[in-house]
Every structure is written in C-alpha cells, then in structure tokens.
C-alpha cells in the first residue's frame, strides 16, 4: 500500500502496486469518490487489507459511506469488501450479476445489500449521474467500467491499465515509452482473446467509450491521466487486436522440448 493522494475533485486514489516478474509494477488503485453519497470503487488486494481499510477510513466515515462499486471479482479488487461491508452499515456494493455469483464463491454478502447493473445501466447516487459500461478489454466476464457524469470520470477498472518500471502518480511522471510499452503488455496479458476479435467489433467498443469524452481516465492498473492523453490511450487501445499474442516466460519453451524429441514440424 502507497500514500494516497487525489485525482480530481472530491476523488481520492488509495494506490498499491504488485510486482510482476521480468516485467515491472503493475498499479493497483481503488478510488473513493466523495460527494452527497461516498462511492468506493473496488476494495484493493488481500495482502493490503489493513493498511488499505486504515488508509479509507481516515478518508471517510464509516457511517458515510453509501457505495462500493466491485467492477469485477478478481482479488486485486475486492481484498478488503466483506469487511468494508462490516464497518459500514449503510453502505451497498453495486456490481454486475456474473461477478455477485461469482463473489459468492467466497464471501457471503447480503442480497439486501447489493444492487445489480449492467452495461448500459445507468442509476443516480445523490448528486452524481453513473453510466456503467463494458470496457474494451476485461479479465473476468462480469466486468463494468463507470462513468461519472459530473466530472467526467471514467473508472476502467483493468482495462487502459500498464506495468511500469516505477509506478507514478500521474501519466504525466511517467515514460511515454515505457507506460505505452506496459499498456501494450497488461492488455493483452488480461484480454488474450483480443489477438481473436474483428478489429472492426472492437473498434466499435473503443469509439463507444471514446464517445463519452472522458475528462479523466482512472484504470485500476494505471496512473491519472487526463485531457489529451485520454485520447492517445483510446488510439493505443485501437491497435491492441492488432498486436501479436503476448504471453509470460515459462520455464519450458514447448518447440524446444519438441526439437529434443526430434518431433517439430519445423
Ligand atoms: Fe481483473
Ligand atoms: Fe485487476
């Protein structure tokens, strides 16, 4: 767990990262959004729990919160949920109905305490309009990206996320180079069906979230950025199905074992 810090308006970033062999840092933030209604979106990793709950609840009060937004229920999302769910007896995880099954395979959350949405729900938490939608690329099939009407924020969840050598604040401390060569990394490494899809199928769901002029992009796997790099992010984005599959090092490289027994077709 890193220091916190803000993104935006009413908008705190509760940052960790994760080492990931030979490749780097890999960012992992939630975000809590403050307003008439306090939304966290997701909860941060298991190994962060306490630092993570000690960090939110210097930012919040417990009796404040009313929302946790899950974008998905991979671990490096919801470490600390059941016991933010404790703490917090007003608040409600809204998520989609893939991941509460899925969720369930390890928490018990009440049903009372949820409210299910889709892409293209849309829902009202006090003082601020929420668009959810699918992101281009995701890792479990459940996943939402949210868009807060009244700053222009859109939450990505795994999705626009890199791996960087060291992880930074804002894409602007950042390497071009090396954020764009993470980028290209991370999103094929949680999407590797995206070296399968008609470029022109996901083009259309990069224009659709191109579409909402997002003022601010906060993937969960990356730093701020804002403004015209929004823009540069989605063109990077448009290129992903193009790129070759990419796959971790293993320690056995199967052609390898294969020339070993004289049985490769090459
Ligand atoms: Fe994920
Ligand atoms: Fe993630």
Do not use: C
């Not at 990793?45 to 993570?52: K, L, S």
């Not at 996320?161 to 954020?179: N, R, S």
């Amino acid at each position: 767990m890193l220091e916190t810090y803000t993104a935006g308006p009413e908008l705190h970033v509760l940052p960790s990262e994760l080492p990931i062999p030979d490749l780097g840092l890999q960012p992992v933030n939630a975000y809590l959004l403050r307003g008439e209604e306090p939304m966290l979106v997701d909860s941060g990793m298991p190994v962060d729990r306490a630092a993570f709950e000690e960090a939110l609840w210097s930012l919040v009060d417990p009796e404040d919160l009313r929302w946790v937004a899950i974008t998905h229920d991979d671990r490096d999302h919801t470490g600390s949920l059941t016991r933010i769910l404790d703490r917090a007896p007003g608040a409600k995880v809204i998520t989609n109905a893939i991941s509460l099954t899925r969720l369930s395979e390890e928490f018990r959350i009440p049903r009372e305490r949820v409210v299910t949405v889709n892409p293209g729900s849309r829902m009202s938490i006090g003082d601020r309009r929420l668009t959810f939608l699918r992101p281009p690329t995701f890792d479990s099939p459940g996943t939402l990206a949210l868009f807060d009407h009244k700053d222009g924020t859109l939450f990505s969840s795994d999705s626009f996320g890199t791996v960087l050598p060291k992880t930074v604040q804002h894409i602007g401390d950042a390497q071009v180079k090396e954020f764009f060569e993470g980028f290209d990394i991370l999103n094929r490494a949680i999407s590797p069906w995206t070296a399968l899809v008609a470029d022109q199928k996901f083009h259309r769901t990069v224009r659709g979230v191109s579409s909402l002029s997002a003022a601010r992009l906060l993937s969960a796997h990356g730093p701020t950025v804002e403004g015209a790099m929004v823009d540069a992010l989605m063109e990077a984005m448009s290129r992903i199905p193009s790129l070759p599959q990419w796959l971790p090092g293993a320690d056995i490289d199967l052609e390898a074992v294969l020339d070993a027994h004289g049985a490769s077709s090459a």
